[in-house]
T-cell receptor, first 116, second 113 residues
Framework: GNSVTQMEGPVTLSEEAFLTINCTYT??????LFWYVQYPGEGLQLLLK?????DKGSNKGFEATYRKETTSFHLEKGSVQVSDSAVYFC???????????????FGQGTILTVHP | KAGVTQTPRYLIKTRGQQVTLSCSPI?????VSWYQQTPGQGLQFLFE???????NKGNFPGRFSGRQFSNSRSEMNVSTLELGDSALYLC????????????FGEGSWLTVV
């Protein structure tokens, strides 16, 4: 089956530190990859995505590169802010119909706390 | 452009009751999917609807059901509520084709007592 594994949290950083959250996946087919962010008490917001190998998704200073050879999609940000404190979810969806429609497979989430 | 809208945001129900949650997708989106989020199980896919038809279904008991209307709005229903059904229920929408990005609403917080 399909699965997504994220690094264990929580992750605690000081403001302006470098962030990496590791994400690896297994998929029975060819997936698109996503990072979603969830702020306290809210739903999921799409942070960035990549649809094919070597694509780099980026948004709000966050980046992730689709690495097919290592089945990874690690999230990075050069300088985190207190406002980045949230839960980050890595996810995949197969680029196929049938049992893939609407079905994202999520990692367990990584809690990020950034201190001033 | 309005995002995915879910109602109600918060609700408390008693064991054995049933509940209906509502979702309005982003304008123009014809696919609506539902997810359950709990601390123990994380985010789990319930089902997906497109043009009023269920196209995909997760591994949940038959107490969980849904439907979609001709205007793409969707509802999900949980009957005979159990304590374990307490969760955040997230609705998401997309254009509905393979590879389209999925956008989520704010969720409905259900507490079963």
């Amino acid at each position: 089956g399909n699965s997504v594994t994220q690094m264990e949290g929580p992750v605690t950083l000081s403001e302006e530190a470098f962030l990496t959250i590791n994400c690896t996946y297994t998929a029975t087919g060819y997936p698109s990859l996503f990072w979603y962010v969830q702020y306290p008490g809210e739903g999921l917001q799409l942070l960035l995505k990549a649809t094919k190998a070597d694509d780099k998704g980026s948004n709000k200073g966050f980046e992730a590169t689709y690495r097919k050879e290592t089945t990874s999609f690690h999230l990075e940000k050069g300088s985190v802010q207190v406002s980045d404190s949230a839960v980050y979810f890595c996810a995949l969806i197969l680029n196929a119909g049938g049992t893939s429609y609407g079905k994202l497979t999520f990692g367990q989430g990584t809690i990020l706390t950034v201190h001033p | 452009k309005a995002g995915v809208t879910q109602t109600p945001r918060y609700l408390i129900k008693t064991r054995g009751q049933q509940v209906t949650l509502s979702c309005s997708p982003i304008s123009g989106h014809r696919s609506v999917s539902w997810y359950q989020q709990t601390p123990g199980q994380g985010l789990q896919f319930l089902f997906e609807y497109f043009s009023e038809t269920q196209r995909n279904k997760g591994n949940f008991p038959g107490r969980f059901s849904g439907r979609q209307f001709s205007n793409s709005r969707s509802e999900m229903n949980v009957s005979t509520l159990e304590l374990g059904d307490s969760a955040l229920y997230l609705c998401a929408s997309s254009l509905g084709a393979v590879g389209n990005t999925i956008y989520f609403g704010e969720g409905s917080w259900l507490t079963v007592v």
